[in-house]
């Protein structure tokens, strides 16, 4: 076994020997020597000897090299011939001598042990070269009898021909002799210079030198070329941030005329432009404090007129930039200039504070005795009852002081709370409200109406800097809080508004206020107006506005909507427009009436394709409760569906009423109406249809508010605007020039209402419809409730039922909760009326 094992390490160590011994390599390199000269000298002689020897070969094919018998006329002999002829007739034809480059590098590669990762990529595009030559030789001599491409490219043009065509085939010639001619001489090498340096203002343009590109590309190795490429970027740099501005102007002016310039560098150069490397001693000189920033800006070249000052662009290098990266800021310049929509009515200008009256004389003042005989009162009356406090605090507001307390520990806030008629009674005082807890506090808060009341002037809120500052879409002032503080909210944010409250409380001051806010801070291109006013008096001062303001139906002469049938055309309108609008936004790819004026302003949208500046509309509806018994679903349906969708395209709703009951105030308004605004009520039920809570019945009225958002509740006492103001600061806006044409509302068709005038035919009709109208004629009552319960219909076939009486004319609109009208007083009218209807 010992024997055995020896033998084997010694054949192992005498194969590995002879593997690695350097002299098989050299023989081997020699030998690809010989054969690269073998196979030039058989290519050469096939060029002058092909014609003599190629009927032999193709006829003999293999045996000629061992028949003996034949002559051939090869300068190598039968051998030369046959693998001339391999490479030229089966091969790749004259790129055949190729192999010969191939064969002296191998040799090379094997002498002196070097250089074989490189050998294979030379192989490889070798190999493909040789391709490319045999198709573009066959293309071009493919007529001629010698094989100038060989098999390889006879047969890659004969594919390329039946597949292309010869046009296609030349084009693919043309495209491939441009690339390898791009790719040989590179000469995107000093069209890089010549951008980079043209960039930087250098005005001394480097020469195209194509043929020092080729000697270039030729004299240098595979391993250097990133390191090249590195030096050439590196010594780019220093020409352009060396250079001193001296040579570029100093022919043609003094250095004297320029600011001073300053270039950021990398951190491999110094100030001077040279090598840190080279100037360390007096690197080391300078302190920490000392050392140039690595991000600076270029100051901009300021010339005297008789000097032609170059434009220079911004450049910035920051420190974590690298030497050979250079960041080049240009300012763009816009095609055109963003569209600006108050350009049309640049003069305008918004109502002065001289038109509004200043109520600051009237403020009382505050009385101390008050306040310390009401402190007194509160603690009196939660001792009687067991309920100790720690502290109590008072917070003077316009109309009502709030006073906090905090119980002592162990002291139940239901306790505090059954106590509010108590305490009120203790105080003599009307709208005691307790809040227990203060949201975000510890305390409890009781508000007591003050005895002596300061009117909240408009000219106060509407004058302070939180108003004047307001940076919102819609900003109104509502009044001052509690604390005095003055109360403003964006209405595109609420998105939609109910006011509620009993009569003579403050609503339509109330509106008056909020549409001066709008008046006051908006341009008249930027939100419109649509008014619906069921009593005809309340918003008839805003007519004037129709030149600026206000948005109405075409052909109206009535600027402000007071007829119900108007006012459900101008909502269907409204929800036309909508649409329009929602479409408008699809085509723009926004998300909201925001995001699309400020595509259109900066012309990213065009009107050539439709798009036109949105702005705002504001709906304001006063005595909502008297059109929904006019008009019942007509109207509660177009504005439930602008309440839902109209937000975020800018349609934003303010619905007033004095009538805050369910029937009035449904819950499908409710739902899309998260802000509400609750004045004085007569009781807790319609303080709780508003709110969702209790508390509106506790108010003193005359502008005494709370307004709701989402859970929130605050009490603000509203600003006063009395109609004087209102109308002084119309006539200030309806004075000045005012757009051409009005903002009309999509124009929807009329309904057809008169009596006997349908295109309704009998074959139309539910087969009950005789029955049911011979029976709400005979009884002359139009109810659909009583045709459901006579006939035993359902509620809908019988509402269908009643529409189309209606439509036909044999009774009269719907009147809220109330029974139609009966038009036809006997059934005898009636069947020849019916009669009529059978013959059409």
Known sequence: MAKKRAKANKKVARSQLNFNDERIAKILGILCFFMAAYFAIAFVSYLFTW????????????????DGSVSVENWLGRLGAYTSHLFFYWGYGLSSFVVIFLLVRLGLCLVTKSGFSVFFHQMVKSILIMGFLSLILEFLFRSSEFSWGGLMGYSMYSYLASFLGQIGVVLLM??????????????????EALRVATDMGNYSLPKLDFVSGITEFFASKAETLTKEK???????????????PKADFEEEGSLEDFHSLDFGLPDSFDSDGSSKSSSKSKASKKSDNDEPELELELEEIVAQPSVPSPIVPKRTIGPDMDS??????????????????????????????????????????????????NKNQIIKTLLNYNIKINKIRATIGPTVTLYEIVPAPGVKISS???????????????????????????????????????????????????????????PIVLGKTISNEVFVADLAKMPHLLIAGATGQGKSVGINTILMSILYKKHPSQVKLVMIDPKKVELFPYSYLDKHFLGFLPNEEETIITDTKKAIKTLISLTVEMDDRYDLLKKARARNIKEYNEKFVNRKISPKDGHRFLPFIVL???????????????????????????RAIGIHLIIATQRPSVKIITGMIKANFPARIAYKVTSQIDSRTILDSKGAEQLIGKGDMLLSVGSDIVRLQCAFVDTPEVE????????????????????????????????????????????AARLVVSMQHGSTSMIQRKIQLGYNRAGRIMDQMEALGIVGESNGSKPREVLFTTEIELMHYIDHIRGK
């Open 51 to 66: 014609q003599a020897d190629q009927d032999k070969v193709l006829r003999l094919s293999s045996n000629l090299l061992f």
């Open 174 to 191: 043309l495209l491939l002799i441009m690339a390898s001619f791009v790719w040989i001489i590179n000469p995107m090498m000093q069209f």
């Open 230 to 244: 590195g030096k050439k970027r590196k010594k780019l740099f220093d020409d352009i941030n060396g250079a001193s």
């Open 324 to 373: 050979d990266k250079l960041y080049v800021e240009e300012n763009n310049i816009d095609d055109f200039e963003p569209y600006d929509p108050v350009k049309e009515l640049s003069r305008y200008t918004t109502p002065g504070f001289e038109h509004l009256e200043d109520y600051a004389d009237q403020k009382p003042s505050i009385n101390r005795e008050e306040l310390e005989e």
């Open 416 to 474: 505090i709370k059954k106590l509010e008629d108590d305490i009120a009674l203790s105080l003599s005082a009307l709208g005691i409200r307790i809040i227990a807890p203060i949201p975000g506090k510890g305390t409890v808060g009781i508000e007591v109406p003050n005895k002596s009341k300061q009117i909240v002037s408009f000219k106060e809120v509407v004058m302070s800097e939180k108003f004047q500052q307001a940076k919102m879409d819609l």
């Open 620 to 646: 304001v509806i006063d005595e909502f409760a008297d059109l929904i018994m006019t008009a019942g679903k007509e109207i509660e349906l177009p504005i439930a569906r602008l309440a839902q969708l109209a």
């Open 728 to 771: 002084a600061a119309i006539n200030h806006i309806s004075e000045q020039k005012g757009f051409v044409e009005p903002f009309h509302l999509p124009d929807v068709a009329d309904e057809n209402g008169e009596m006997g005038d349908s295109n309704l035919k009998w074959s139309d009709l539910d087969p009950m419809f005789e029955e």
